[in-house]
């Protein structure tokens, strides 16, 4: 037989071996597989999986089989033999154009490796062939057993997924008994059992009645997707009956994220949570801590007082050493001498507490403006020596910001628009305009609804206000002030307005009024020193502050401050400021820009405990008068103004963390002299415990 001959026949053979038998053979042996899985099928997978799962699987298994018999029948040694070597590119680097067309992305050449990622591919199927393989019993190596439950799992996939594991199985001297006996006191067994389900799904269901056994397990486990899973699910159902109880599960668990928000969330809602039963139970440890809070959102001192006398009513049998500590937290120095006289000190258990009367002594000490006591070492008397802590100021509170009157393009035309802007979602919206357009307008915020009061209608000066109610979105009138004023210092304490000083038309004043919701009358009150036009006011810790401001000759850096009776002066500011925003922050009272003869873009802020005012290092990065500010979480705003050639649209933002001003967008339908207004949005709503009259009523 020649060459020719044997190579033919060989192909005779090779024809025989490949093109038909073969073929059946695969079909009908693949059949039989597939009839097996089907018959196998234990988790129904089958009937849940779509078209397109089924075919995918009967041709990756016809690929497998195909090279699985080429193999066999040395046919894929013979079908290597005689492939060309590809010729690929050489080099790594940007795709190279080898043709006149580039356009055509066949016809350019690539570099010699690629990174091919499969990782959400691989990830998901392989652990969903996990599951099939845990659910079938298919080579498993561990059996977790918790209460009455038993679940058959691999060790390797528990030690990937869930810290606890990687510890037990993968030590030097793994258990060797197949069954880990698994028991978390105050854990339900199902509990257990779902976390290990979750190590191959990566779902668990979450709900009021277990959750907080899967935060013990999870914590317990080391799972901490699980743990921030179930601290989110509890922050989100925080309220005033269960939030103490919420502090002391995070503390006790250490889940610090927990722990934070709700901590947070008393410090918002503290007034709401006081007036509940859940705070009379509070544990004595726990309501220290909250009376040391910083951030407690209150309007005077006096509430914590309030707060504290309650709870120890309730909680008689607390030791003198607890009662000094909780004492400790609260700021008597901010309580006014008489408070002390008739509240305090009528107090049975403070008044019979030495260590505790040495407090209110000093206390009473910080009224009389003594710096220091020359007192001999060895003589009994007492020397005040805890430093003074600021007024309490909630950091951590969102407001919505009301943009109200102003002017148009035109400065002396004035406007009625109201918009509202949402830091937290940074929404625009409009509320409908005021009854009569309002430029140098005062405003203030007071048991959840919106006063503008006075301003200037571009042709006269006004003396009526109006109210806004966000429940029932509409504006009101109300009584009119006493005497017309534009560019008055207003705001709010204790459940009155407060209308400081302004311009009539004539002259500038130095009269005040305060109104009373509950009578929709206006009353008096004593003239500041000085009078003012276009000076800031801002009420804190149960006084009224007044910076600023300029009559027809001068421009004023003095403050006053009212305790309710009285005028009084204080440390003067840096510079001559009126125009100016004004604002309660981080403890601090700021004075931002203004008007002085110049434009200023400088900011400065008085500390309470020191009694000075010092500059802020960041300027702003635009020159304002007429400036609006406010506070939104940690952050102040400064809103529009005038810069002494155009009315600004313009906001911008501190950040006291990065203690920068960053511009932050325009304002949607103002330009400057609006009036600014910020209304809390996630706290207590001091108006459901105050008494007020109904907006209805007006």
């Known amino acids: ?125 392989a652990f969903e062939r996990l599951a099939v393989f845990k659910s079938q019993s298919l080579a498993t190596d561990a059996i977790i057993k918790s209460g009455p439950l038993r679940i058959g799992a691999h060790r390797i996939v528990l030690a990937a997924a869930i810290p606890f594991f990687q510890g037990l199985f993968l030590s030097p001297h793994p258990p060797e008994d197949k069954e880990t006996v698994l028991e978390i006191d105050g854990v339900d067994p199902n509990v257990i059992i779902s976390i290990i389900e979750w190590a191959y799904t990566g779902e668990i269901v979450l709900s009021n009645d277990t959750v907080q056994s899967m935060l013990i397990a999870a914590g317990y486990l080391g799972c901490e997707p699980i743990i921030e899973a179930t601290s989110e699910f509890i922050k989100d159902r925080i309220n005033v009956e269960n939030v103490l109880e919420v502090i002391q599960v995070a503390d006790s668990l250490s889940c610090a994220n927990l722990s ?29 801590s909250i009376l040391q809070s910083d951030n407690l959102y209150i309007e005077s001192e006096t509430l914590v007082w309030s707060a504290f006398k309650r709870w120890l009513e309730a909680n008689s049998t607390i030791n003198d050493d607890q009662i000094f500590k909780m004492v400790s937290e609260i700021r008597l120095h901010l309580f006014s001498p008489q408070f002390i006289r008739d509240e305090v000190l009528t107090f049975g258990r403070i008044a019979s507490n030495i260590r505790i009367r040495n407090l209110i002594d000093e206390a009473i000490l910080s009224h009389c403006n003594i710096e220091e006591l020359k007192i001999d070492p060895d003589d009994d008397c007492i020397r005040p020596i805890r430093a003074k802590k600021n007024p309490r100021y909630c950091s951590h509170l969102y407001n919505q910001v009301y943009l109200i009157g102003g002017f148009a393009s035109n400065v002396h035309e004035s406007v009625d628009t109201v918009d509202m802007f949402d830091p937290q979602t940074k929404v625009w919206k409009q509320i409908p305009q005021m009854r009569r357009c309002r430029g140098r307008l005062g405003v203030a915020v007071m048991n959840g609804v919106l006063y503008v009061l006075g301003g200037f209608d571009s042709s006269v000066r006004l003396k009526s206000a109006e109210v806004f109610d966000p429940v029932t979105n509409c504006w009101r009138d109300i009584a009119n002030m006493g005497q017309n004023r534009s560019a008055p210092a207003c705001t709010a304490m204790d459940g009155r307005l407060y209308v400081c000083g ?178 809390p949005i996630n706290c207590s709503n001091w108006s459901s415990k105050n008494s007020r009259i109904s907006i209805d009523s007006l």
């Open 502 to 679: 302004g311009y009539n038309g004539e002259s500038c004043l130095a009269s005040c009024e305060s109104y009373d919701p509950n009578t929709n009358s206006w009353e008096p009150l004593p003239n500041m020193a000085r009078a003012r036009s276009a000076a800031a006011a801002i009420c804190f810790a149960g006084k009224l502050y007044i910076t600023g401001g300029c009559d027809v000759v001068q421009f004023f850096n003095s403050v006053e401050v009212f305790d309710g009776k009285n005028w009084a002066e204080m440390t003067p500011m840096i510079m001559n400021r009126c125009r100016h925003g004004s604002v309660v922050f981080q403890g601090h009272l700021w004075a931002v820009g203004g008007y002085n003869g110049r434009f200023i873009s400088s900011v400065e802020q008085y500390s309470f405990t020191t009694g000075q005012w010092t500059p802020l290092a960041a300027n702003m990065n635009v020159r304002r008068g007429r400036v609006g500010v406010v506070t939104s979480g940690s952050k102040v705003y400064a809103i529009g103004g005038y810069d002494g050639m155009h009315n600004l649209t313009t906001i911008e933002i501190y950040d006291p963390v990065e203690g920068t001003w960053t511009m932050a967008g325009k304002m949607n339908r103002h330009e400057g002299g609006v009036g600014v207004a910020a209304l």
């Open 260 to 288: 934070k928000n709700a901590r947070e969330y008393m410090d918002r809602y503290f007034f709401d949570v006081i007036d509940t039963s859940y705070w009379l139970k509070c544990p004595a440890e726990l309501t220290c």
């Open 1 to 125: 037989m020649n060459r020719n001959q044997t190579s033919q026949s060989g192909n005779s053979r090779e024809k025989d071996v490949r093109p038909g038998p073969n073929v059946e053979l695969i079909r009908d042996l693949n059949e039989s597989l597939i009839a097996k899985y089907i018959e196998n099928d234990r988790s129904n997978g089958l009937e849940r999986g779509t078209h397109t799962q089924i075919s995918n699987a009967v041709k990756a298994a016809v690929r497998a089989f195909k090279f699985s018999m080429s193999t066999q029948l040395g046919t894929r040694q013979q079908q290597m033999i005689g492939l060309p070597d590809l010729k690929l590119a050489e080099e790594d680097g940007p795709p190279v154009i080898i043709h006149s067309q580039p356009s055509n992305p066949e016809l350019e050449r690539r570099g010699s490796s690629e990174r091919v990622d499969h990782k959400t591919v691989l990830f998901r199927t």
